[in-house]
């Protein structure tokens, strides 16, 4: 197993065809073939599930690609470091929706004119879900909203992870016009939150501040978007929360109430003893905002 040959599966993975790979890659299907053949007789498994010409990744292939993932990136880090950031490298950040929506593009744009070496790699994802994958080095770092407990500096001691707090957020719960003269949460009366999977702060906070914790009374519809959240509040169906960063990047209708919840801090979260110049490249630029 060599560097070269991860890199080839790593693109049949993604082509998932022998043919397409081999044009992306500037190789002869042949090679491409007898690549990815000696790997999993390496191996010792199958990688690739095949029938006639098509292709899908097995279980095991699936597993291998994550790690190889990982290897190529730690290959590249290395040669980051030593190098002194000579070669720019690269950098993957995850962020929540909100935070890519209303707080990166400034953020990555001021980066990228100093830094136009390094490569940006930015992927979104409920907060619990980036900071697992910062621990287990999918990402390197990520931007965040961490659990209010009393445990938060132990458990992310115990991840192995460091944070430093960025921007703070004032999280708004918006309102059907069906509501309209509420003024606390507890005078709600749709029975239905917009939010996205669990894992994210924002919809815990919610889930705390309506009740919605063991009450039957309530629905939970999982959204991909704030603008089929905010849809879904337009058509009276639920409330959701958001932060009002988000909120003022979009017009709602008129008639739609918000209410304030709480201030939350958004941290840049990152696995400790991680020391790349990419990376404090950009906490550099952080700091000049």
Not at 61 to 79: M, P, V, W
Not at 112 to 121: D, Q
Not at 207 to 230: D, F, R
Request: net charge negative; aromatic share 6%.
């Amino acid at each position: 197993m060599d560097l070269e040959s991860l890199r080839i599966f790593g693109t049949v993975a993604v082509e998932l065809s022998i043919t397409r790979a081999a044009t992306k890659l500037g190789r002869v299907q042949s090679n491409v073939t007898s690549r990815i053949q000696k790997l999993e007789a390496d191996m010792g498994v199958e990688l690739f599930v095949r029938s006639g010409k098509r292709m899908a990744l097995s279980c095991a292939g699936e597993r291998f690609l994550d790690y190889s993932k990982r290897i190529l990136a730690l290959e590249e880090e290395a040669r980051h470091v030593v190098t002194g950031g000579a070669h720019g490298g690269a950098l993957r950040i995850g962020s929540m929706e909100s935070t890519a929506a209303s707080r990166l593009p400034t953020l990555l744009s001021a980066y990228h004119t100093h830094h136009s070496a390094t490569r940006l790699e930015v992927s979104t994802g409920p907060s619990r879900t980036l900071l697992e994958q910062v621990r287990n080095g999918q990402l390197d770092c990520a931007f965040a909203a961490l659990p209010a407990t009393p445990d938060e500096p132990a458990m992310l001691l115990e991840l192995g992870l460091s944070a430093k707090a960025i921007w703070q957020e004032e999280l708004l719960l918006l309102l059907p016009t069906s509501e309209a003269g509420v003024q606390t949460p507890a005078q709600v009366r749709t029975r239905s939150l917009a939010a996205f999977k669990v894992g994210c702060t924002y919809r815990a906070i919610a889930e705390e501040t309506l009740g919605i914790v063991g009450n039957t009374e309530w629905k939970i519809q999982e959204m991909g978007s704030y603008h089929a959240m905010l849809a879904c509040v337009a058509a009276g169906a639920c409330v959701t929360i958001l932060p009002r960063s988000v909120l003022e990047l979009t017009q709602i209708p008129a008639g739609l109430q918000t209410l304030p919840l709480q201030h939350v801090d958004t941290f840049l979260v990152w696995r400790s003893g991680y020391d790349v110049p990419a990376f404090h490249n950009l906490l550099n630029q952080i700091d000049c905002q």
